[in-house]
């Protein structure tokens, strides 16, 4: 994830996105991905006195400097609501939102919402040129086409939690009749946990890891396993480097059967070849590119 709880910095208000909160959403196309890793960026960022950033008002930053703006989808608009049963991640000092909850009045199948709502990132990125919306869109822009590649690897699918596109919704502000735009993308919900959070189950009060409170040594290697196939699947048949393999991004499932599925999550971070082969012209020996047969824009279509 870009940031977490543990950065430094004032905490921000607690998002909404809480059980029980609904949302109408519709399907968006994200803007290709940017960067110094592609060669462009949308626009400059806004320049903003880090000293008073916390004093700014957000909302009003997020109104004057909306998400970037992408060509209708193909095929027209299609809406539904989401409501929130759970949250994952709710970041309070700047970073994506990540909940649980279902689409119209389906109760019986969950999915993962990721948000990127500029309003609760930091004004100021900390090391990067970029503003709140800026880095937000970056997020999103990356998770869209990572997980867009993903899906059409056959190789990864089971790797990485399936994908159904990207969406924006349209939330009231306490300015009259204005209302801001928020990006998010939809992703199958695993029903498992983190790596990190089994192991903190594993350590005692002084924060010494305790072996006989971890898993069976024949599932501990059956994890690492699937870990090191999924790394060499995404980099040689998905074009992808992940860049940030760590034990919160990788989740675990067990099953009834005592197997175990383990799927890595939170792409922001990942570095997609095969929309930057003018940039990087010298790929990563063994890289598939074949252009994947659903591309979008940035395939080159």
């Known amino acids: ?8 910095g004032p905490q921000l208000p607690l998002p909404p996105y809480v059980p029980g909160f609904s949302i ?9 991905p940017f960067g110094p890793d592609y060669g462009w960026t949308p626009r400059p960022a806004v320049q903003i006195d880090r000293d008073r950033q916390w004093e700014m008002d957000r909302e009003e930053f997020a109104l004057n400097h909306p998400p970037i703006e992408t060509k209708p989808p193909e095929g027209g608009s299609i809406g539904t609501s989401f409501t929130i049963t759970d949250t994952k991640t709710l970041h309070r000092r700047g970073g994506p939102q990540v909940v649980v ?10 999915y993962i919402l990721k948000i990127f709502d500029s ?8 090391g990067t040129e970029y503003d709140c919306t800026l880095w937000a869109d970056k997020d999103y822009a990356t998770e869209f086409w990572a997980y867009s590649a993903m899906m059409e690897t056959e190789a990864l699918r089971g790797m990485v939690p399936d994908f159904y596109g990207g969406f924006t919704t349209s939330l009231n502000t306490r300015f009259p009749g204005r209302q801001r735009s928020v990006r998010s993308i939809l992703l199958e919900y695993i029903p498992g946990e983190n790596m990190m959070t089994k192991i ?9 890891l305790q072996a006989k409170l971890l898993p069976p040594e024949s599932q501990r290697l059956e994890v ?3 870990i090191m196939t999924i790394r060499e699947t995404l980099y040689f048949d998905g074009a992808i480097s992940h860049r940030d393999i760590y034990p919160r991004n990788i989740v675990i499932q067990e099953n009834n059967d005592g197997n175990v599925r383990v799927a890595f999550v939170d792409f922001n971070r990942a570095l997609i070849y095969r929309p930057i082969e003018s940039v990087w ?20 279509q």
């Open 101 to 110: 909850g279902y689409l119209g009045q389906d109760q019986t199948t969950k």
């Open 281 to 300: 012209p010298f790929l990563p020996f063994g890289c598939s590119l074949a252009k994947p047969a659903g591309g979008g824009d940035i395939w080159g």
């Open 119 to 126: 309003v609760y990132y930091r004004l100021v990125e900390k």
């Open 24 to 32: 109408y959403i519709k399907n968006h196309q994200a803007p290709e």
């Open 1 to 8: 994830m870009s940031s977490s709880d543990e950065d430094d």
């Open 200 to 208: 903190s189950r594993s350590l005692d009060s002084n924060g010494v």
């Open 224 to 226: 690492l396993r699937q």
